[in-house]
């Protein structure tokens, strides 16, 4: 059994990992209208895998004989002022997942609940992950700067990633 906080933590997870999708497909749409259809191929990819992560929540909370409590989502941004600017955005959004799940793992460790511990662990590494690539191409897109054939060699290769990476 769940304990009610780590069951209302992980139904406040739930709610971050699908804002997170919704986000990054606010995100690709918006990359679409700035000619940088590679980068909304990466937020597309990155939005998918954002559903993954609430669905692995879903189940764990039902798992453990929780209860799913799906709440109303806030409309994401529709302009992100440039390609430089919705990496940024997605990196602060991920560093915010972070310090989220970090809070899941503390309360997890604090009532003594192993195996959400266990479940955890594989969000702590894909936070890793996700900042690390997310803060490579803000990095890469600084480096561009204005010019238009580094950006265009950039988001040629952002739009080669593969969904679920
Ligand atoms: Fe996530
Ligand atoms: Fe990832």
Known sequence: MLSPDVESAMNAQIAAELYSSHLYLAMSAYC?????????????????????????????????????ILAGMETPPVDFGSALGTFEQALTHEMNVTQMIDGLCGMALQHGDYASQV????FVTEQVEEER?????????????????????????????????
């Open 32 to 68: 679409e209208s700035i000619d940088m259809p590679g980068s909304a191929t990466w937020f597309a990819a990155q939005s998918d895998e954002e559903r993954e992560h609430a669905l692995k929540f879903v189940r764990h909370v039902v798992e453990r004989g929780g209860r799913v």
């Open 133 to 165: 690539t997310a803060g490579e191409v803000v990095r890469m897109l600084q480096a561009a700067g204005a010019d238009p054939a580094a950006l265009l060699m950039l988001d040629r290769e952002l739009g080669a990633r593969r969904p679920a990476g």
């Open 119 to 122: 479940f955890l662990q594989w």
